[in-house]
């Protein structure tokens, strides 16, 4: 059965626009499940609705009234919606009659097509990256800032080279001074002296030391002799021969934060900066 619109709002069909608007504020304020206690106000409250939405749009009520009209006619299916014919499936082209243009064409769509979705892909974790590229940096200032820092102590008299095996038969070596102990590198014992002097550079804020130097007296190196003098690592360490972490670290942070046209290389710095961060927070306390 077809709904008549018009008479919904207690109108004909030759009703005008403000009259059509004047009618349906008035059954809405009446009509409102609110205000109306009659079990039927909702659905007699959408039937209002739907015939506003209808009527007071000029194309959909053209279309109405055609409609209307056919149905007053004797036409039992005016108001039913017809089927529009879809074509089928186009048949699959051969290869082989694809011109080379054509091809290339549909490359370039499928090559966009798959960058945006690498995009929509990686897009998400930009904000981590970003977060991790900073703190790398801030670390890594941190770092730089300690290491710039480095303070050398007063020449120390060298009392005793000490050299013992621990469990499982490996060597240490150790200088002994009388301010302090401090583990070397094996190789570096045949360098040393009884009775040499040690000046020992070290890092303020961290307190590691990252390189010794050997004087053959307090003042060797400000004089112009010949003297001895040696420096040495104490040990391999991230001041020295594995510095090239927090270099690594840097480039990967830098990376993060410039790359936010390719979310695929930014997750991928931003996995290598989840590997280096801990990584060179161990270097740092192994050193």
């Not at 995009?119 to 990256?129: M, S």
């Not at 590229?133 to 000490?162: N, Q, R, T, Y």
Request: proline share 7%; charged share 25%.
């Amino acid at each position: 059965m077809a709904k008549d619109y018009y008479q919904v709002l207690g109108l004909s069909q030759q009703a005008s626009e403000q009259e059509i608007k004047h009618s349906f504020r008035q059954l809405a304020m009446k009509l409102h499940p609110d205000s109306n206690s009659d079990p039927n106000a909702h659905d007699l409250f959408l039937q209002l609705n739907e015939a506003y939405q209808t009527l007071s749009d000029p194309q959909l009520r053209k279309q109405y009234d055609l409609q209307l009209q056919r149905f007053k006619n004797g036409d039992p299916f005016a108001f039913q919606k017809r089927k529009v014919y879809q074509p089928g499936p186009k048949r699959p082209t051969d290869p082989a009659d694809i011109s080379e243009e054509e091809r290339r064409r549909r490359y370039r769509e499928a090559k966009i097509k798959q960058e945006k979705a690498i995009f929509a892909e990686f897009v998400q974790y930009r904000p981590y990256v970003k977060i991790l590229s900073w703190i790398s940096l801030g670390l890594m200032l941190v770092f730089l800032l300690d290491w710039g820092l480095g303070k050398a102590s007063e020449p120390e008299k060298l009392v005793d080279v000490i050299q013992s095996y621990e469990p499982g038969s490996q060597l240490r070596c150790e200088v002994q001074t009388p301010q302090r102990i401090l583990p070397i590198r094996c190789n570096r014992v045949e360098l040393l002296t009884r009775g040499d002097y040690l000046t020992f550079y070290s890092t303020p804020l961290f307190g590691k030391t990252y390189r010794i130097i050997v004087q053959a007296s307090p003042d060797a190196l400000s004089s112009a002799q010949g003297s001895k003098s040696v420096r040495f690592s104490p040990k391999p360490s991230i001041y020295n021969i594995f510095s090239f972490f927090w270099v690594l670290l840097i480039g990967f942070a830098v990376g993060g934060l410039i790359f936010d046209k390719k979310p695929d290389f930014q997750f991928r710095f931003g996995l290598g900066m989840l590997g280096l961060i801990p990584l060179n927070l161990l270097m740092l306390y192994l050193s």
